[in-house]
């Protein structure tokens, strides 16, 4: 293969709306695999939602909404995948269903078709083998809100062949992206640096060094940060950090990767971050207060 050129994404959720947008929008013609109807329409549905929001700001034309939405389509049946050249996985972080996933597209698709794997945490080489070709499989990630964030993690495994990491770089960059490089250890490079910085705001907060609302300033106008730790936390959702941190302790048995107990105790009591209008801020007024934890 000299190119990707048709692509699929399984899983139109938040990250795979986001990663066929990208692809679309670059020119390839591109699949997105949901179990049913509905979630493929709600997967188009979002797309069609940031063009708009796109439009609104100008960072969008018409005409270009119009060339990503035509270059898209949404199946329910993986047989559909077949003929694409890269197929990328943005399921649950659920290493069983992942694999089952890779094995079933082995049987369907062409022999020298690449897999990719959009985890944030687990090892790319634990679906390697089921994948039925561990030289053409690694990690492709992108970061949230994908049409937005310029970066992607390209993950090596000690099975893949250069080509296909020759390809896949290529592929980034041809979306606008810019590529970095990782080698496959549970993390990558992002998660490996970021998950102990945001589980260490939490233990400072459990052991009363400052406020929540001090510490993010002090991160913000101390270190530069975009956003405070906490912030950030409720933008990512706290059960996607307790289960990236979950899997990441269990890989290196560090306990700068366990997740502390407040941030087990939010999960369960169901306050997640923006996405459940309350985690460590409350997105009940504006600006969001703090959250009362009883600390």
Same mark, same amino acid.
């Given at each position: 293969?000299?190119?990707?050129?048709?692509?699929?994404?399984?899983?139109?959720?938040?990250?795979?709306?986001?990663?066929?947008?990208?692809?679309?929008?670059?020119?390839?013609?591109?699949?997105?695999?949901?179990?049913?109807?509905?979630?493929?329409?709600?997967?188009?549905?979002?797309?069609?939602?940031?063009?708009a929001?796109?439009?609104?700001?100008?960072?969008? %034309?018409?005409? #270009?909404?119009?060339?990503t *939405? =035509?270059?898209?389509?949404?199946?329910?049946?993986? @047989? !559909?995948?077949?003929?694409?050249?890269?197929?990328?996985?943005?399921?649950?972080?659920?290493?069983?269903v992942?694999?089952?996933?890779?094995?079933?597209?082995?049987?369907?698709?062409?022999?020298?078709?690449?897999?990719?794997?959009?985890?944030?945490?687990?090892?790319?080489?634990?679906?390697?083998?089921?994948?039925?070709?561990?030289?053409?499989?690694?990690?492709?990630?992108?970061?949230?809100?994908?049409?937005?964030?310029?970066?992607?993690?390209?993950?090596?495994?000690? %099975?893949?062949? #250069?080509e296909?990491?020759? *390809? =896949?770089?290529d592929?980034?960059?041809?979306?606008? @992206? !810019?590529?970095?490089?990782?080698?496959?250890?549970?993390?990558?490079?992002?998660?490996?640096?970021?998950?102990?910085?945001?589980?260490?705001?939490?233990?400072?907060?459990?052991?009363?060094?400052?406020?929540?609302?001090?510490?993010?300033?002090?991160?913000?106008?101390?270190?530069?940060?975009?956003?405070?730790?906490?912030?950030?936390?409720?933008?990512?959702?706290?059960?996607?950090?307790?289960?990236?941190?979950?899997?990441?302790?269990?890989?290196?048995?560090?306990?700068?990767?366990?997740?502390?107990?407040?941030?087990?105790?939010?999960?369960?009591?169901?306050?997640?971050?923006? @996405?459940?209008?309350?985690g460590?801020?409350?997105?009940?007024?504006?600006?969001?207060?703090?959250?009362?934890?009883?600390?």
């Amino acid at each position: 293969m000299k190119k990707i050129s048709k692509v699929g994404v399984l899983g139109g959720g938040l990250m795979g709306s986001g990663i066929a947008q990208v692809s679309a929008a670059a020119g390839f013609p591109t699949i997105v695999r949901e179990v049913s109807e509905a979630l493929c329409l709600k997967s188009r549905q979002a797309i069609e939602k940031t063009l708009a929001k796109g439009i609104e700001r100008g960072k969008v %034309t018409e005409a #270009e909404r119009d060339a990503t *939405l =035509a270059k898209l389509r949404f199946v329910t049946e993986l @047989k !559909e995948l077949a003929d694409s050249d890269l197929l990328i996985e943005a399921v649950v972080e659920d290493l069983d269903v992942k694999n089952s996933l890779f094995s079933q597209l082995d049987k369907i698709t062409r022999p020298d078709a690449i897999f990719a794997s959009n985890t944030s945490s687990l090892t790319i080489i634990a679906m390697a083998t089921a994948s039925g070709r561990p030289d053409r499989m690694l990690g492709i990630h992108f970061f949230n809100p994908v049409p937005l964030m310029k970066l992607v993690e390209v993950v090596r495994t000690i %099975t893949t062949s #250069e080509e296909t990491e020759r *390809l =896949a770089l290529d592929f980034v960059r041809a979306l606008g @992206k !810019e590529p970095i490089r990782a080698k496959d250890s549970s993390g990558f490079v992002v998660n490996l640096l970021l998950i102990p910085y945001m589980i260490d705001a939490i233990k400072a907060l459990e052991s009363n060094v400052a406020s929540v609302e001090d510490i993010d300033k002090g991160m913000q106008l101390g270190a530069g940060h975009p956003m405070g730790p906490f912030t950030l936390l409720d933008f990512v959702g706290l059960d996607t950090v307790y289960k990236i941190a979950e899997i990441m302790f269990t890989e290196y048995r560090e306990s700068r990767y366990a997740p502390p107990p407040l941030l087990k105790r939010m999960v369960l009591a169901g306050m997640l971050g923006r @996405k459940s209008g309350k985690g460590f801020y409350d997105y009940s007024s504006t600006p969001p207060l703090p959250s009362k934890l009883g600390l």
